[in-house]
């Protein structure tokens, strides 16, 4: 969608629906409650000066860090920017060609975010392994990555995704949530239909629907794990994102700062 049409949009909204559609209530309610949480032990506190600089770490995506799982994921903007905070502080394993387990990469987010739940990173290691048993595999820092940005950024909508491609696989609907999506394939049409479907009767925060239907277009049938892999190594979603450069971009400047050291 263009610019100019983007903008039209945001002048036709309601004045609630702007607030809504940019979280502006969320961040303010967390505002006012961090700054009544400190105001009765720091006398000297300034609170259009405290509101300031918390909306200025809002916008330059600083706000994320050691905070709760239910706040790092509250929004869209949230998200982004733990990925983006992920990437910046352990790129130096990419760099140094480590190659760690979902365990040690939760072990990691966990210094961040302490509650960040496992089964996140566990989902995000599945679109790199294609296995359930996937606590001891190995995987590199930028595979981890991508597929740990889409799948946390997307985690609903890839949930609801999933049991779409069980019920179509099992061909019934009546196929356990638990159970692992078959490698086979399903009916790619079929599957983008129900997909755009699911999109038009949801509010599930979801890549361009465009960029599904280039992902499903490429062959008759497609395994759910092609289906996560095209989305997770789309320029085109990685640029929505906004929190990662490339993936062949995403050491560039750690190496440079590698060699200068050396």
Same mark, same amino acid.
């Given at each position: 969608?263009?610019?100019?049409?983007?903008?039209?949009?945001?002048?036709?909204?309601?004045?609630?629906?702007?607030?809504?559609?940019?979280?502006?209530?969320?961040?303010?309610?967390?505002?006012?409650?961090?700054?009544?949480?400190?105001?009765?032990?720091?006398?000297?506190?300034?609170?259009?000066?405290?509101?300031?600089?918390?909306?200025?770490?809002?916008?330059?995506?600083?706000?994320?860090?050691?905070?709760?799982?239910?706040?790092?994921?509250?929004?869209?903007?949230?998200?982004?920017?733990?990925?983006?905070?992920?990437?910046?502080?352990?790129?130096?394993i990419g760099?140094?060609?480590?190659?760690?387990?979902?365990?040690?990469?939760?072990?990691?987010?966990?210094?961040?975010?302490?509650?960040?739940?496992?089964?996140?990173?566990?989902?995000?290691?599945r679109i790199?392994?294609?296995?359930?048993?996937?606590?001891?595999?190995?995987?590199?820092?930028?595979?981890?990555?991508?597929?740990?940005?889409?799948?946390?950024? %997307?985690?609903?909508? &890839?949930?609801?995704?999933?049991?779409?491609?069980?019920?179509? =696989?099992? $061909?019934?609907?009546?196929? !356990? *949530?638990?159970?692992?999506?078959?490698?086979?394939?399903?009916?790619?049409?079929?599957?983008?239909?129900?997909?755009?479907?699911?999109?038009?009767?949801?509010?599930?925060?979801?890549?361009?629907?465009?960029?599904?239907?280039?992902?499903?277009?490429?062959?008759?049938?497609?395994?759910? %794990?092609?289906?996560? &892999?095209?989305?997770?190594?789309s320029d085109?979603?990685?640029? =929505?994102? $906004?929190?990662?450069?490339? !993936? *062949?971009?995403?050491?560039?400047?750690?190496?440079?700062?590698?060699?200068?050291?050396?």
């Amino acid at each position: 969608m263009s610019t100019s049409t983007d903008s039209k949009d945001r002048f036709l909204q309601t004045p609630e629906a702007y607030l809504q559609s940019h979280h502006i209530m969320t961040y303010l309610s967390h505002a006012l409650s961090s700054l009544f949480a400190i105001r009765d032990s720091d006398p000297k506190l300034q609170p259009h000066r405290f509101l300031s600089d918390y909306f200025s770490r809002v916008s330059q995506g600083n706000h994320v860090v050691h905070q709760t799982f239910s706040y790092v994921s509250i929004t869209p903007h949230n998200r982004a920017s733990f990925v983006k905070l992920f990437w910046k502080c352990y790129r130096t394993i990419g760099n140094h060609g480590d190659m760690l387990t979902a365990k040690e990469y939760h072990a990691l987010i966990q210094l961040l975010c302490p509650d960040f739940p496992f089964t996140i990173v566990q989902s995000a290691a599945r679109i790199i392994l294609m296995d359930d048993a996937v606590s001891d595999c190995l995987m590199a820092f930028q595979d981890f990555l991508y597929a740990f940005q889409v799948q946390f950024y %997307y985690n609903e909508f &890839l949930s609801a995704c999933r049991e779409l491609y069980l019920s179509l =696989s099992a $061909g019934s609907g009546n196929e !356990k *949530s638990g159970a692992t999506p078959r490698l086979e394939g399903v009916e790619s049409g079929i599957f983008l239909d129900r997909i755009t479907d699911m999109i038009a009767n949801n509010h599930y925060h979801h890549p361009s629907i465009r960029v599904i239907h280039r992902i499903l277009g490429k062959t008759q049938k497609a395994s759910f %794990y092609t289906y996560l &892999l095209g989305i997770a190594n789309s320029d085109t979603i990685n640029g =929505s994102i $906004g929190a990662l450069p490339k !993936k *062949s971009q995403c050491l560039e400047n750690c190496e440079a700062k590698s060699s200068k050291s050396e």
